[in-house]
């Protein structure tokens, strides 16, 4: 079953969190608008304008250690490769490493094949330089 959950990267904290609520509305000038609402501790909300933060959709991948994976996530798999979560034109994950594509379905059923989970490294909007173990 697809789980449809999102982390939010709220770019004047460097910081992602999780989302709780996301609600569409219209403004008085019939201008759409999206509320993002998240938790930046246990308890302690704050609700934000969708302009302001990036959203991280779940890619319904997890690591070694059930970490859920998110978009921008870098991961190391095959003890030396590593690879970060993207989604492509259609909305699909896959998971994007030096010399490969990979849809997340694909990934998957290569895990089990070759026996390895991958590694939660960090996150790209949040350590950018994670970026260049990519290439």
């Known amino acids: 079953m697809i789980k449809i959950k999102y982390k939010a990267y709220i770019k004047e904290h460097n910081k992602i969190v999780d989302v709780v609520d996301l609600t569409f509305l219209k403004d008085k000038d019939g201008e759409d608008w999206i509320s993002v609402v ?3 501790e246990e308890n ?3 609700e934000y304008d969708l302009e302001l933060v990036k959203l991280l959709p779940y890619s ?3 690591d070694e250690n059930k ?3 998110y978009l921008g ?3 190391l798999f095959n003890e030396d490769e590593y690879g970060k979560i993207e989604i492509d034109e259609n909305g699909g994950f896959y ?3 030096a010399d490969c594509l990979s ?3 694909s990934f ?3 895990m089990v094949k070759f026996n390895y989970l991958p590694k939660y490294i960090g996150n790209i909007y949040t350590e950018p330089k994670l970026e260049k173990k990519i290439r």
Do not use: A, G, T, Y
């Open 103 to 105: 849809p997340i379905n």
């Open 95 to 97: 998971v994007k490493c």
């Open 67 to 69: 970490r859920e994976l």
């Open 73 to 75: 996530d870098v991961i």
């Open 44 to 46: 302690i909300f704050s």
């Open 60 to 62: 319904n991948l997890d």
């Open 38 to 40: 998240v938790e930046h």
């Open 108 to 110: 998957k059923r290569d």
